[in-house]
């Protein structure tokens, strides 16, 4: 079956220091892949997302290339900020079937420091 | 403005208890879904619905009911055969199609910390 596998956290960072959260997912044909993130205490947000192989989704200074070859996804961010300190999910949504239901990693714990 | 809202935030429960969990959306979304996230996890699908009257089982459905009488609300109702309840619960909605073209992306709610004491 699908399955997302994320770098484990915690991850903590300096203020302005360089961001990657890795992901890897295993899927039949071409998922469409997205990130979302969780502040404390509440539910989550689409971060960005990717729909094809070597589609670069951006928003708020973060991006991720869909990489077919490697069937990775990795999050990045060239100087992060206290703000982002979150969890953030990657996940995977199949590209047909009746299902299509998302698949998510376990998450990775962000804590930036000022 | 439009949104998801899951009531309440915080709910306790003694066990032996069912419990119901709101959820409502003014998107217009036709499918809707409930996770469950514990600490240190990733969410794990409980059920959804992709048109009223109709529902399937997630991943752990067992102790666990839904309806949906309504396209803009589908209630959870955690029943006393969960063995563990205590957890976050997630409320997300989907717009399918509209016209021709698909759309992938969940919306979440602010999500329901359940206790059970």
């Known amino acids: 079956g699908d399955s997302v596998t994320q770098m484990e956290g915690p991850v903590t960072l300096s203020e302005e220091a360089f961001l990657t959260i890795n992901c890897t997912y295993t899927a039949t044909g071409y998922p469409s892949l997205f990130w979302y993130v969780q502040y404390p205490g509440e539910g989550l947000q689409l971060l960005l997302k990717a729909t094809k192989a070597d589609d670069k989704g951006s928003n708020k200074g973060f991006e991720a290339t869909y990489r077919k070859e490697t069937t990775s996804f990795h999050l990045e961010k060239g100087s992060v900020q206290v703000s982002d300190s979150a969890v953030y999910f990657c996940?995977?949504?199949?590209?047909?079937?009746?299902?299509?239901?998302?698949?998510f990693g376990s998450g990775t714990q962000l804590t930036v420091l000022p | 403005d439009g949104g998801i809202t899951q009531s309440p935030k915080y709910l306790f429960r003694k066990e032996g208890q069912n419990v119901t969990l709101s959820c409502e959306q003014n998107l217009n979304h036709d499918a809707m879904y409930w996770y469950r996230q514990d600490p240190g996890q990733g969410l794990r699908l409980i059920y959804y619905s992709q048109i009223v009257n109709d529902f399937q089982k997630g991943d752990i459905a067992e102790g666990y009911s839904v309806s949906r009488e309504k396209k803009e609300s589908f209630p959870l109702t955690v029943t006393s055969a969960q063995k563990n309840p205590t957890a976050f619960y997630l409320c997300?909605?989907?717009?399918?199609?509209?016209?021709?073209?698909?759309?992938?992306?969940?919306?979440f709610g602010p999500g329901t910390r359940l206790t059970v004491l």
């Open positions: 996940a995977l949504l199949p590209p047909s079937g009746s299902a299509r239901q998302l698949t």
């Open positions: 997300a909605s989907r717009l399918t199609f509209s016209g021709t073209t698909l759309y992938n992306e969940q919306f």
